[in-house]
């Protein structure tokens, strides 16, 4: 079956920097659009950046200038590099993929898929 694996998480100081990795794996034919979301404890999902196939991003208005999200089509990976991280940028990120895939009777079919998160704690 489908499969997104976040990687890259950790504990950083204030004006650090980290890069996160999400990896799709299965009988994936295609990826349309993925995304990083993150949810802060006691806070709602916030949706961080997104990137359709083609390369086209957008970033909330919190983390532009500071966050990129980037794709590689090839390894079906979509990354978050996250520079000059504030203590409020601290959650758990999660990927997310709008994506093709061959189910095991062979049908083609398109679903959404999460990952299981990726903790990032800012220290100030």
């Known amino acids: 079956q489908v499969q997104l694996v976040e990687s890259g998480g950790g504990l950083v100081q204030a004006g650090g920097s980290l890069r996160l990795s999400c990896v799709a794996s299965?009988?994936?034919?295609?990826?349309?659009?993925m995304a990083w979301h993150r949810q802060a404890p006691g806070k709602q999902r916030e949706l961080v950046a997104t990137?359709?196939?083609?390369?086209?991003?957008n970033h909330a208005d919190s983390v532009k200038g500071r966050f990129t999200i980037s794709r590689d089509n090839a390894k079906n990976t979509v990354y978050l590099q996250m520079n000059s991280l504030k203590p409020e940028d601290t959650a758990v990120y999660l990927c997310n993929a709008d994506l093709q895939y061959y189910s095991g009777d062979d049908v083609l079919r398109e679903n959404d898929y999460w990952g299981q998160g990726t903790q990032v704690t800012v220290s100030s």
């Open positions: 990137i359709t196939s083609g390369g086209s991003t």
């Open positions: 299965g009988r994936i034919f295609s990826i349309n659009h």
